[in-house]
């Protein structure tokens, strides 16, 4: 069922949901509880805030090892422009196959936001570790440096109901907005956000799940302008970047 958030109960729920996560924000972030159901806004950054994906190449590696930890088949990631990978012999081994759906991403410079349903037993940090370690592999080795790519562990908010579902996918999908790269979210190509629009063969995101939540292609596109302006005006999510 579709939510209307310009309804004064669905904007008292959206006010309870701004200091129920920047408290998370502040307090629970590191303190990281994944079970099976359970939905994850995971977020990270470059080490000292440095860049991280420093070319098209750099976005794509990162895309096909998570798609290989979420259990996508090579051919089928090579299929879609923003996922294929020059690479044949990359490995994301130990995980077990839709232990996982990725609900939706975004790849900005010098950090990333996902939304991460775990479906089995298996840990989302697991499938982080093991995504992470081997694209800081790749970075190490393609620009000859060491140490850590990645900030500190990533960060982890657990959310819990349908209209805080909504805000957290509208934020992912509305950041490169709102650090100015585009001007429409659909203009940005390393996010999810395209997906919902027109059929880019990207077989890593689950549209449908979050399609259903908001009543269709034509209101997901409505109610995440409509979204965003509510996210900057009450100072959601500033604490993030």
Same mark, same amino acid.
């Given at each position: ?6 309804n004064?109960r669905?904007?008292?729920? +959206? ?9 998370s ?6 303190y990281?509880?994944?079970a099976?159901g ?5 977020y ?11 070319d098209?190449?750099? %976005? ?16 089928? =990631?090579?299929e879609?422009e923003?996922?294929?990978s =020059?690479? +044949?012999r990359i490995?994301i081994?130990?995980l ?6 990725l *609900? ?6 010098n *950090?990333?936001?996902? =939304? ?8 989302? #940090?697991?499938?982080?570790? !093991?995504?992470f ?7 190490? =080795?393609? %620009?000859?440096?060491v ?5 500190d562990?990533?960060? #982890?908010?657990?959310i819990?109901?349908n209209?805080?579902l909504?805000?957290? +996918? #509208?934020y ?5 907005v ?6 429409n ?8 956000y #395209?997906d919902f629009?027109?059929d !880019?063969?990207n ?6 799940f979050l399609?259903e ?12 302008t409509?979204?965003?302006k ?6 959601i999510?500033?604490t993030i970047?």
């Open positions: 069922m579709k939510l209307n958030f310009d004064p669905c904007q008292r729920a +959206s006010l309870t949901f701004y200091l129920w996560y920047n408290f924000m502040g307090q629970n972030r590191d990281k509880i994944f099976k359970s939905f994850h806004h995971i990270n950054r470059g080490n000292n805030k440095e860049i991280v994906f420093r098209e190449q750099d %976005y794509r590696a990162f895309l096909f090892r998570l798609g290989l930890g979420l259990g996508i088949e090579k051919g089928d =990631l090579n879609c923003i996922t294929k =020059l690479k +044949s490995r081994n130990g077990k196959p839709e232990n996982f759906k *609900h939706s991403f975004c790849l900005m410079p *950090h990333l936001h996902l =939304l991460i349903e775990q479906c089995g037993d298996e840990s989302i #940090s697991k499938l982080i570790s !093991r995504v370690t081997s694209f800081s592999k790749y970075i190490n =080795l393609k %620009y000859e440096r140490g850590h790519v990645f900030q562990q990533f960060k #982890s908010v657990q819990k109901t209209p805080q909504m805000l957290v +996918s #509208s992912i999908h509305m950041n490169p709102k650090d100015s790269l585009v001007n979210p659909e203009e940005y190509k390393w996010s999810s #395209s629009i027109v !880019r063969k077989q890593i995101v689950h549209k449908q399609t939540i908001f009543g269709g292609t034509k209101n997901f596109i409505n109610e995440n409509k979204l965003y509510r996210i900057v005006s009450k100072g999510f500033d970047d």
